[in-house]
T-cell receptor, first 112, second 116 residues
Framework: DGGITQSPKYLFRKEGQNVTLSCEQN?????MYWYRQDPGQGLRLIYY???????QKGDIAEGYSVSREKKESFPLTVTSAQKNPTAFYLC???????????FGPGTRLTVL | AQSVTQLDSHVSVSEGTPVLLRCNYS??????LFWYVQHPNKGLQLLLK??????LVKGINGFEAEFKKSETSFHLTKPSAHMSDAAEYFC??????????????FGTGTRLQVTL
């Protein structure tokens, strides 16, 4: 069954701790994306990657880091430098020249 | 630069009545336009997409949208609302000529409420 998986669904973190959110896709898509969603706002782009071992900052990259060691995986680390990390995080992927992005189910991160 | 404005943050309709969710966009190039739906605590699901073919685009679950270049609009409609349509809807624009990996710009969303 093809798709995008994100884990965990809910995540709690203490202030000052780094935490890593998982995103895996078996769609054979080249490009992958991380977005942040806050109440009453649209999605904002954190990082994206067009190919393995390459990634670019989006609009709100400060306090976040990513890696793209495998085509299927694009983990996001929320560092202690992110001042307001509580949000809903969505991963997406896109195939080649097409511009349609497909989304995972999301991870809700809460900082205690 | 591209931008999207969803004209209503909240829309309430009765079950069985028509749905209209309004979206205006701004784009320097020939845009692709999308509507996505999000149910609570879920990811986004693609409803439909416009890519410069037919201006009236049919999507899933009976939704459709009409691209009007002169009005820079891409409103989403459905003839008859169902309770299961209650969700958040996002209008999205993608510029084809940005040189980047298909960067999307999202509207702030319209919450659709469906009442009995």
């Amino acid at each position: 069954d093809g798709g995008i998986t994100q884990s965990p669904k809910y995540l709690f973190r203490k202030e000052g701790q780094n935490v890593t959110l998982s995103c895996e896709q078996n769609l054979n898509h080249d490009a992958m994306y991380w977005y942040r969603q806050d109440p009453g706002q649209g999605l904002r782009l954190i990082y994206y990657s067009q190919i393995v071992n390459d990634f670019q900052k989006g609009d709100i990259a400060e306090g976040y880091s990513v890696s793209r060691e495998k085509k299927e995986s694009f983990p996001l680390t929320v560092t202690s430098a992110q001042k307001n990390p509580t949000a809903f995080y969505l991963c997406a992927s896109r195939s080649g020249a097409r511009d349609t992005q497909y989304f995972g189910p999301g991870t809700r991160l809460t900082v205690l | 630069a591209q931008s999207v404005t969803q004209l209503d943050s909240h829309v309430s309709v009765s079950e069985g009545t028509p749905v209209l969710l309004r979206c205006n966009y701004s784009s320097s190039y020939s845009p692709s336009l999308f509507w996505y739906v999000q149910h609570p605590n879920k990811g986004l699901q693609l409803l439909l997409k416009y890519t410069s073919a037919a201006t009236l685009v049919k999507g899933i679950n009976g939704f459709e949208a009409e691209f009007k270049k002169s009005e820079t609009s891409f409103h989403l409609t459905k003839p008859s609302a169902h309770m299961s349509d209650a969700a958040e809807y996002f209008c999205v624009v993608s510029e084809k000529n940005t040189g980047t990996a298909s960067k999307l710009t999202f509207g702030t969303g319209t919450r659709l409420q469906v009442t009995l």
